[in-house]
């Protein structure tokens, strides 16, 4: 199972697959093919930027190495501009005005926000 699919990983917390992913990045002498892309990538780094503070530094090391490999500001910019179709309404945004579920790993706006049942956080 790679880092991406990790993220992905509803049978676990978002919190636990954070911590898994850290862990196995740690005990590999913290290589790069443990560090998350695209969606998954996204998805971490805004739970971190939002919620990662009162967590693990070793988390936020994870986040900033992965920062760092998907190309530091200038990738990050990118994947901003980058657009997704909310999973709940279908409309289109541009990633800096959408999150991810951190529950189901769907892309969600801010407008529908939480899905009742699902625990995930709107990242
Ligand atoms: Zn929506
Ligand atoms: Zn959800």
């Known amino acids: 199972m790679n880092s991406n699919h990790v993220v992905f990983d509803?049978?676990?917390?978002?919190?636990?697959?954070?911590?898994?992913?850290?862990?196995?990045?740690?005990?590999d002498g913290?290589?790069?093919?443990?560090l998350v892309?695209?969606?998954a990538f996204f998805a971490v780094y805004s739970w971190h930027v939002q919620h990662g503070t009162d967590h693990d530094t070793t988390w936020a090391e994870y986040a900033a190495a992965s920062y760092d490999a998907v190309g530091g500001s200038d990738g990050w910019s990118a994947m901003l501009r980058e657009r997704a179709n909310c999973e709940s309404c279908g409309d289109s945004y541009r990633l800096e005005n959408i999150g991810v579920c951190t529950g189901c790993m769907r892309y969600t706006c801010y407008s529908?926000?939480?899905?009742?049942a699902c625990a995930g956080v709107v990242v």
């Open 10 to 27: 509803r049978g676990l917390t978002f919190e636990e697959r954070l911590g898994k992913l850290a862990e196995a990045w740690i005990r």
């Open 112 to 116: 529908c926000d939480g899905h009742g």
């Open 30 to 34: 913290r290589g790069r093919g443990h």
């Open 37 to 39: 892309s695209g969606e």
